[in-house]
């Protein structure tokens, strides 16, 4: 199909591997020029494509491809299952049962029912693999769903019908014309047409950090996947998908990842210290490797303690099931070899023959093992040897063995991971609902533990709704619209052409859609509001477009954060005309003449400019009005076209106009908030002092009755560079300690000045705890301080794409207050953590305890396998779903931070922990060793192997006493309500009834399978009752101060050394690695866009990328077809 457009997909990939003005040469070799390349593809380059031919656009996605590069597929479930099955622990049990099911049938006196245990273990592991793969599943489909809208939210302005429209970066064809403006991120390979001061950053491809200038006279190739650093420009596109060169390079790389050795693969997955991103690229070996990048942020706050507390709980499960295992062989020894052997030696002789003795370790009592004829002769060697080995010492050491490995898979919570990705993933997708587009996962708890925001002012506290309402014109300060009369006619005229022409043409004003509704501002916001005065000061703004278009203009300068101001020049019959706008004092201080009440130009003496300063610029700033000055000049001879210093001064001022942004309703109060919540809001802003300090004040990030700038609280950028740098223009951190506490408004900043400001926060040593800083941002110079920060914030709506793929979240409403709702996420997040531990823990120690004590003083835990598999899988597995998914309450804002520092476990929670512990263990030896008795039961747990009804009831009080306290873990700040809110969790209360219905079927209907033999009406009342009994214990426990446990009681809290992190990689393998792959498989998980820089810069570095990329368009050359 590709013969249609009289060009193959092959010669425009090989026409985009050139650069330069090799791609130049390469154009006039097989087109001619950009034109007769536009006609081979059959579009224009004025009016693009048309839009309503859908069989035009077929054609072209046949022939050349789509705009997309299709993800490499899932693992199935069956690969997820397997490698669920890799836990060191549930490997041991497996082997355990097996052994256990091949003794019970071989060995064992009762073989119809012995091979049930073993079986049992079998079926609970296969459970617990399922729903670990299960888990597993449902997360990646949540990650692939996140990803799919993530590209789909892409778009991108392009021409089509000769108008500007907005489409997505899926839809993009061949043939395509393109604009391109300041941050955007280039969705496919083409050539450049017409532009203006277009810089792009090819550091993903080359690694070359300098901007590369774009023109068609210096070098027109434009590759996917670079940024926009500058000027705009217009580009027809030429490859899409896998044609593209980033297209190819993912290609390769997607090649080669299945192409891990083994060994490297197995490097990867141990290496979970490192939660930076992988790239994989080919090494010499024709192997893979990973390659990391050296600047990534530190451990999350979350992720850090919870690899503190995993080496502790490793040491404390391990410890117990060692000892458990130790001291049952002991007495097993002890039982039957030392004690038996030394009672063999009790012998009597009569008439009869000989008797020989032995001890039953069952009974605590010498028993007759054998009679000997009076004539036989019975030597001690004899007799010891008849009391060696026996063979069912294996089937009880085997028990032993698989008490041992229980108690370890019972101390170590397998739930804990479990808990941080249903908290995680559940907050994720609420927070979608909430305006929060989260993109790394483990930004979403570390939001939780913020103590600094960086916030803009435009959009994000405000309404980023633009209004002029006030506007300087000959002489005259105007604070409305002004009136035909007010204005000349040809000061309007000038007015509105130097604002139609020096604005990017994607800004545009258009109708309502809806009668009575305001025009929808598309574009740069305050262009649109200058654009809307023009049409009120009667003026049309299109039609001076039509007359002047972007390919008429003979230099523009475009608006950036240095400047300050843009500027664009049209050549006329006479010379030149530069027309200028940006922010007034800049723009005005270049001024030499101002339009007079006349309406022409006077000179400017600096008293004039004085006053216009005092009474125009710094009233409208006073109230909080954005100014902007607009201005031009006329130049007769040619000038420095590259130096912008002497292209713009001179000039004739035409209006300065207020600009209003009103602060959003809502913000004030949530500023409020996150003050009241021990979260610092900062504005960093580009507007002047007055405007910055109005708008402070309005949100009440400074405080209302400050009339001065004591104490450094509010800044401009230059005053503050000045403070925090050296002599030399070196930063120096000592000095910024003295600066940055105190400041809250950063007014004429620079993009500069907020990484500054953010890095210089988070290296400081001032704070006992490290600060933990957010900042927002929307421009492409943003992403170096998104970057810094330790969650980034870009504006979904004004960010530019650049800014988006630095981020860590993206306000899709560009609203302050998701900001807050993102805080308050992020500690619910980190509550619901600890709610699970504080019901988790108590689990473990009760269980581990009992297992301990049972074992030493009967040689047999009271509570089986299966039963402990079961407990364990509930308690991991639904208490996690129950406690993971408590929604957030505005009560989370009424306290500080936790910080870095402070133990995950704090001291109210250890009290929890240590005071049910005690009430629950009290309760389950009292029915241990009291239970016969107490409740007129016929068997004791250790007389039978069979269910009994002693260790039937144990279990199930056991359980009850847990379903309880699950209710009394909801609360971990000492509340005394544990009720409150619990029916806006359907979830938990569904875990709860479906608990204890489960738990019923098996106490009645289990068997041997669990142990159970089923209880009668009362003891499931006791069971009940005691049960019951952990709430009324819980507000006793709440009635106790947290004062009585040793502040030096500190878990989860001291940072982790290499040593004990490997330690712990063995104690604990697969609970902290799931943990630690969350974080992992979320920073994995970026924007298409974002990935493929990495990739491609990483790749680019390799001396065989172009030989490799040569190879597949060899093989590829041969077809006609893509």
């Not at 049930?116 to 729903?131: D, M, N, Q, T």
């Not at 294996?394 to 170590?412: N, Q």
Request: glycine fraction near 8%; aromatic fraction near 8%; proline fraction near 3%.
């Amino acid at each position: 199909m590709d013969e249609t457009f009289g060009v193959k997909v092959m010669e425009l990939r090989a026409l985009m591997e050139n650069r330069g003005k090799e791609g130049l040469t390469a154009i006039e070799q097989k087109f001619g020029d950009i034109e007769g390349l536009i006609k081979r593809l059959k579009s224009n380059a004025t009016r693009g494509l048309d839009s309503n031919d859908d069989n035009d656009f077929a054609a072209r996605r046949e022939a050349f491809g789509i705009n997309y590069i299709p993800p490499k597929p899932p693992k199935p479930f069956y690969l997820l299952m397997w490698e669920a099955a890799q836990d060191v622990t549930l490997i041991i049990l497996m082997v355990a049962a097996i052994i256990s099911i091949v003794l019970g049938m071989t060995v064992e006196e009762d073989k119809k029912t012995s091979w049930i245990e073993g079986a049992a273990i079998l079926i609970s592991i296969c459970v617990v693999i399922f729903v670990t793969a299960g888990n597993d599943w449902s997360k990646e489909r949540q990650f692939r769903s996140l990803q799919t809208k993530l590209d789909e939210d892409q778009k991108m302005s392009v021409i089509r019908n000769g108008e500007s429209q907005e489409v997505f970066t899926k839809d993009i064809v061949v043939g395509d014309i393109l604009q391109l403006g300041y941050g955007d991120i280039l969705p496919a390979d083409g050539i450049y047409i017409t532009g203006n001061d277009l810089s792009i950053d090819e550091s993903t491809l080359t690694g070359e950090t300098d901007h590369i200038k774009k023109g068609v006279d210096k070098d027109p190739m434009l590759l996917s996947g670079t940024s926009v650093m500058e000027g705009t420009c217009k580009m027809v596109v030429t490859a899409v998908g896998p044609n593209s060169q980033a297209g190819i390079i993912v290609s390769l790389i997607e090649g080669e990842e299945e192409d891990f050795s083994e060994e490297d693969s197995e490097t990867e997955e141990n290496d979970d210290d490192d939660d930076g991103e992988g790239v994989t690229v080919a090494n010499g070996n024709g192997k893979a490797k990973v390659v990391r990048p050296s600047n990534k942020k530190e451990k999350s706050v979350l992720q850090g303690k919870l690899t503190r507390l995993a080496i502790q709980i490793g040491y404390f499960g391990t410890a117990a099931a060692v000892l458990t295992i130790f001291v049952l062989v002991i007495k097993f020894c002890a039982n039957n070899f030392i004690v038996g052997k030394l009672a063999c030696r009790i012998s009597s002789a009569n008439d009869q023959g000989v008797t020989v003795y032995h001890w039953d370790h069952k009974n605590h009592d010498l028993e007759s093992c054998q009679t000997a004829n009076t004539n036989a002769s019975i030597s001690n060697h004899e007799i010891l040897r008849f009391k060696g080995w026996e063979k069912e010492y294996v089937s009880e050491l085997l028990e032993f063995f698989i008490i041992g490995v229980t108690v370890l898979v019972v101390a170590v919570p397998e739930g804990l991971p479990l808990a941080v990705t249903i908290s995680l993933a559940y907050s994720v997708r609420k927070m979608m609902t909430d305006n929060n587009l989260v993109r790394h996962l483990d930004a979403c708890e570390t939001m939780g533990n913020a103590t600094a925001i960086c916030s803009d002012k435009t959009g994000t506290l405000t309404t980023n709704r633009m209004t002029v309402v006030q506007s300087f014109f000959q002489g005259k300060l105007i604070k409305n619209t002004p009136s035909n009369d007010m204005v000349e006619k040809h000061v309007r005229e000038v007015f509105s052409n130097s604002v139609a022409i020096n604005s990017n043409y994607a800004s545009k004003v258009l109708p309502p859609k809806v009668a009575g509704n305001l025009p929808s501002h598309i574009g740069n916001k305050t262009e649109c509001a200058l654009l809307q005065f023009c049409g009120e000061l009667g003026q049309d703004y299109e039609e001076i477009r039509k007359e002047y278009t972007e390919e008429t203009f003979f230099k523009v300068f475009t608006f950036n954060s240095k400047r300050k101001c843009m500027a664009t020049v049209l050549k006329t019959e006479t010379g030149y005309r530069l027309y200028a706008k940006g922010a007034a004092e800049v723009v005005l201080g270049k001024c030499d003449y101002i339009l007079s009440e006349d309406g022409q130009p006077t000179k400017l003496n600096p008293a004039t400019y004085d006053r216009l300063v005092s009474e125009v610029i710094e009233a409208m700033a006073g109230e909080a009005l954005r100014t902007i000055c607009v201005a031009y000049r006329d130049i007769e001879d040619s000038l420095d076209w590259d130096d912008e210093d002497v292209c713009i001064k001179h000039m004739t001022c035409i209006s300065i106009v207020g600009i209003e942004d009103p602060v959003r309703t809502e913000v004030p109060d949530a500023i409020k908030s996150c003050q009241r919540a021990g979260v610092c809001v900062r504005m960093v802003t580009g507007d002047n002092l007055i405007t910055a300090r109005s708008i402070a004040r309005k949100c009440y990030i400074l405080p209302q009755t400050h009339d001065t700038d004591e104490g450094n609280h509010i800044l401009e950028g230059s005053a503050f560079r000045k403070l925090v740098h050296d002599d030399n223009g070196t930063f120096n951190q000592e000095k910024f300690d003295m600066v940055w506490e105190s400041l809250r408004v950063l007014a004429r900043s620079s993009p500069a000045d907020k990484y500054t400001l953010v890095t210089g926060i988070i290296n400081s040593k001032l704070s006992k705890n490290r600060e933990v800083v957010a900042v927002t941002g929307d421009g492409t110079n943003d992403a170096p301080a998104l970057k810094a920060a330790d969650v980034g914030f870009a504006m979904g709506i004004a960010g530019t794409e650049v800014a988006k793929n630095a981020s860590d979240i993206i306000l899709t409403d560009d609203n302050f207050t998701s900001i807050v709702k993102a805080v308050m996420w992020g500690r619910n997040v980190y509550d619901s953590i600890s709610k699970f531990l504080q019901f988790q823990l108590t689990v473990n120690v009760v269980a581990v305890m009992l297992c301990f004590i049972g074992s030493c003083a009967h040689g047999a835990s009271p509570l089986r396998a299966v039963p402990m598999l079961w407990v364990n899988l509930i308690m991991d597995t639904f208490a996690s779903l129950a406690l993971a998914t408590e929604p957030p309450t505005p009560d989370l804002l009424n306290r500080k931070p936790y910080g870095r520092t402070k133990p995950l476990i704090s001291r109210t929670m250890l009290k929890n922990i240590v005071g049910h512990s005690f009430y629950q263990l009290t309760i389950m030896l009292v029915i241990l060793f009291y239970g016969k008795p107490l409740f007129h039961l016929d068997l004791w747990v250790y007389e039978s192997k069979a269910p009994t009804t002693h260790g039937t009831l144990l279990f199930n009080v056991f359980v009850f006493m847990q379903i309880f306290n699950e209710i009394n873990s909801r609360k971990v700040h000492g509340e005394r309500n544990v009720f409150s809110g619990i029916f806006n969790n359907y979830i938990f209360v569904a875990v709860i009834i479906g608990t204890i219905i489960v738990q019923g079927f098996i106490i009645q209907y289990g068997g041997i399978a669990f142990s159970s033999s089923g209880l009668s009406w009362k003891l499931w009342l006791v069971s009940l009752g005691i049960g019951f009994s952990e709430l009324i214990w819980g507000q006793v426990i709440a009635t106790i101060p947290k004062s009585v446990i040793p502040t030096g009681l500190r878990f989860g809290s001291q940072p982790v050394t290499a040593e004990e992190a490997n330690q712990a990689r063995m104690l604990w393998m697969r609970s902290l690695k799931r943990v630690q792959h969350q974080i992992r498989v979320a920073n994995a998980f970026k924007q298409a866009g974002h990935e493929r820089h990495r990739r491609l810069s990483l790749l680019a570095e390799d001396p065989r990328y172009r030989a490799a990329l040569s190879k597949s368009n060899e093989k590829l050359g041969d077809s006609t077809h893509v």
